[in-house]
């Protein structure tokens, strides 16, 4: 079964920078797509940004565009969430995710659409 583990997350100054990590397993990534969500108290679970496992294209929500950076090492099966100039605004659980792309190129950016998710990692930032 597909296992995703979150870890990196933790406390930091406005300014900034952290760096995610998921640890997949499980099965080859190869035709999937790698998510990462964000959820904060009383909001719904939001998309941050996407990395195609094949070649690792990204694709970001505008809020955090410019500022993070996905990307994957295959040979480790991890994807990662580098974090930088980060505000209090970006306080949240964030969580990994994964879909089966079934050879599509799209991104998808719906929550729903992730059947696999992992457990989720803190990030608070302060101001």
């Known amino acids: 079964q597909v296992q995703l583990v979150e870890s990196g997350g933790g406390l930091v100054q406005a300014g900034g920078s952290l760096r995610l990590s998921c640890a997949a397993s499980?099965?080859?990534?190869?035709?999937?797509?790698m998510g990462w969500f964000r959820q904060a108290p009383g909001k719904e679970r939001e998309f941050v940004a996407a990395i195609r496992w094949s070649d690792g294209g990204t694709s970001y929500a505008d809020s955090v565009k410019g500022r993070f950076t996905g990307s994957r090492d295959a040979a480790k099966n991890t994807v990662y969430l580098q974090m930088n100039s980060l505000e209090p605004e970006d306080t949240a659980v964030y969580y990994c995710?994964?879909?089966?792309?079934?050879?599509?190129?799209?991104?998808?950016?719906?929550?729903?659409?992730?059947?696999?998710w992992g457990q989720g990692t803190q990030v608070t930032v302060s101001a």
């Open positions: 499980g099965r080859s990534f190869s035709m999937y797509t």
């Open positions: 995710a994964a879909r089966y792309d079934g050879g599509r190129r799209y991104f998808t950016r719906d929550k729903n659409s992730y059947g696999y």
